[in-house]
């Protein structure tokens, strides 16, 4: 419960209209996209300035308060889950694009600027801002940052860490600390953008980003190849990489994704194949069109049935807008949606899929499985009813078992959903017990108090 002179003085700092405190409120910011259980806050705070942001971290610290910041709230990780009676930080007043710097490729922006936002700025202006989690038409620039997101785009362009190229964040005192430039290069000082890149709300509060931009690609071609056996999929995916071809998207479907997408969007997906795989490449057109040829006949030497070349932006439109689609047209199937992202070595992709068909038998579950199997990165999706207490014990036990074969074949736990409150038990598994604890030691030292996004990342 928050003290009636602290709230006044939140209010007084924030204007009354930015503190929320009813009831309602509280169970709004009580949850995020992760299937966890709700906690409630005490307050929720809405700065519309970076002073404002300083002063609430401020007065936060001053009174031992817990701090949560919050852009979009779809982190798949339990990231911005509250701690119970503490405070949850809004950024989606701080949404301004405050530069494009046309000249030397740059964007500048507030956190809580929603991501195809900024991407559709940039664009109008002949420039390319590449990351493109599924959630960009709401997710924030802050949000992106602080899980390190990914997207369709990352196997050719990279993730959101090879963007930032400056940060202004502040501290658990509501200092305000400075990271990188509007230089191309900076070798100044510590990388404390690499540190506040992923850190999910745990070291700093993120009030500022610069982020660099790209020169927008003067061509693409989309495809769609289609195959009757999952095996031959996932290997064409390997097979494509292994020529030394890196399309900009790389993406696969099973075949209850297919016909779960199909069913929700209607946009023509051919729900009898048994997986496709989706690819884009992008560039200069003739370098494009050589290797979309070089593609569609490695996909057809590896046993696909059909390829269908997206005849113009319409239909390019439609396949990834079926692909974005994945994950909230499976989520209507049943009450309880578990997203996973481990990650492997893209050249065990076929391995990686013929173990999720072999756990989903084995724990008698429904996995539908998509992702971006270009960077490795399959997001097996557990269809389930958390309130069967049976069947959880079986998802529990098929997570753990999707974690461990991941990390046997030298993968990773999170490829861009990062670690939150859902995964930070299996930390150590994949780092060991010095990486959690020196983890454990820079935390203490930047938040003494454990009051920065207690809980998430390393535990504790
Ligand atoms: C349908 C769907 C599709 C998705 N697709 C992808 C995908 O393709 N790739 C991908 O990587 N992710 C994906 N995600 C996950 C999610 O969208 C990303 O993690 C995204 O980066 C979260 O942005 P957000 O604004 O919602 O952040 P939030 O969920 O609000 O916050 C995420 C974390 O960042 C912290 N945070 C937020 N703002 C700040 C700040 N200003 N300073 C410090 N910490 C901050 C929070 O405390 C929290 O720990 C998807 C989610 C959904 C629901």
Redesign the pocket.
Known sequence: MIPRTLLKEFQRILGRENVFHEKTDLLTYSY??AVLEPVLPGLVLRPTTCEALSSAIRLCNENNLSM??????????G??VPAEDGVVLL?NA?NRIIEINEEDMYGVVE??VV?ARFAGAVEAKGLFYPP?????A???????????????RGLKYG??LDYVMGLQ?FDVNGELVKTGSRTVKCATGYNLTGL?VG????L????EIILKLIPLPQHRRSMMAIFDEVSRASEAVSGIIAQRIIPATLEFMDNFTIRTVEDYSHVGLPIDAAALLLIEMDGYPAQVEEDAEKVESLCQQMGATDIRVAKDAKERDNIWEAR?MA??ALAKLKPTVV?E?ATVPRSKIPEMVQALQKISREFDLTIGTFG?AGDGNLHPTILTDRRNREEWKRVEAAIKAIFDKALALGGTLS????I?LAKSRFLEKETGRNTVLYSRRIKKALDPKNIL?PG?VIGG
Do not use: C, W, Y
């Open positions: 995020d996209a949560t910041v919050r852009g979009a709230g779809t982190n798949l990780s990231g911005t950024t701080l956190p809580g991501t493109d989690p599924g959630s960009q709401v997710s924030t620039l802050g949000g992106n940052v602080a899980e390190n997101a990914g997207g369709l993730v959101t964040f506040m850190s999910e709300g745990t700093g509060v993120i009030g974005r994950l909230s997203l992202d971006h490829g861009e959903h990062g939150g996004n998430k």
